[in-house]
């Protein structure tokens, strides 16, 4: 069974970079699934922000598009999200999910990140 | 690309059944049988309940129930037991590779 989990600082100064990794074991990256960033405000509901696929294809949130870029490395077995230009919107609960065909599943247990100077 | 619409909460008794309605349009819900429903506790990932509508992962009980009509697709609990508190979202395919969430249900069981 493929498992996530998510790596990265927990505090991000405005206007700099969101930079998480999200390590995938039980699984290759390079199998059929496509690689998810989902995040979540504080007491709000849930976000997709965008995906990729093991060649490195990807897909946007086209409310994001501008700010995200995710990244893939077969050769570690994990994949990247960026979000430049941060603000305190930003802060949320940020999980990383696998997606075979149509659902998410499995999901990372989510890391926090907050934006403040 | 606008977020699905649930309800912000429902409630019921244990034993009886309450259904969360998701809201989209004719480009997301109306469009494709790619609907997905998530439970979610306080403090843990979401866990999927239901896939392309009306499908269980394996493990998930069968008092959860998926179905769509036009642009709304609803998720039905039945015999609702105490564990089944918790924030649900739905969850679907927008077109153009991209996904769209619901903005959350909460369920509270009296």
């Known amino acids: 069974q493929v498992q996530l989990q998510e790596s990265g600082p927990g505090l991000v100064k405005p206007s700099g970079t969101l930079s998480l990794t999200c390590g995938v074991s039980g699984g290759s990256i390079s199998s059929t699934n496509w690689w998810n960033w989902v995040r979540q405000p504080p007491g709000k509901g849930l976000e997709w922000i965008g995906e990729?696929?093991?060649?490195?294809?990807?897909n946007y949130n086209p409310s994001l598009k501008s700010r995200v870029t995710i990244s893939v490395d077969k050769s570690k077995n994990q994949f990247s999200l960026k979000l430049t230009s941060v603000t305190a919107a930003d802060t949320a609960v940020y999980y990383c999910?696998?997606?075979?065909?149509?659902?998410?599943?499995?999901w990372g247990q989510g890391t926090l990140v907050s934006v403040s100077s | 690309q606008s977020a699905l619409t649930q309800p912000a909460s429902v409630s019921g008794s244990p034993g009886q059944s309450i259904t969360i309605s998701c809201t989209g349009t004719?480009?997301?819900?109306?469009?494709?049988?790619?609907v997905s429903w998530y439970q979610q506790h306080p403090g843990k990932a979401p866990k999927l309940m239901i896939y392309e509508v009306s499908k269980r992962p394996s493990g998930v009980s069968n008092r959860f129930s998926g179905s769509k009509s036009g642009n709304t697709a609803s998720l039905t609990i039945s015999g609702l037991q105490a564990e089944d508190e918790a924030d649900y979202y739905c969850?679907?395919?927008?077109?153009?590779?991209?996904?769209?969430f619901g903005g959350g249900t909460k369920l509270t069981v009296l």
């Open positions: 999910a696998t997606r075979g065909s149509s659902s998410f599943d499995p």
């Open positions: 990729i696929y093991h060649s490195g294809s990807t």
């Open positions: 004719s480009s997301d819900v109306g469009s494709y049988n790619l």
């Open positions: 969850c679907s395919y927008a077109g153009s590779g991209t996904w769209v």
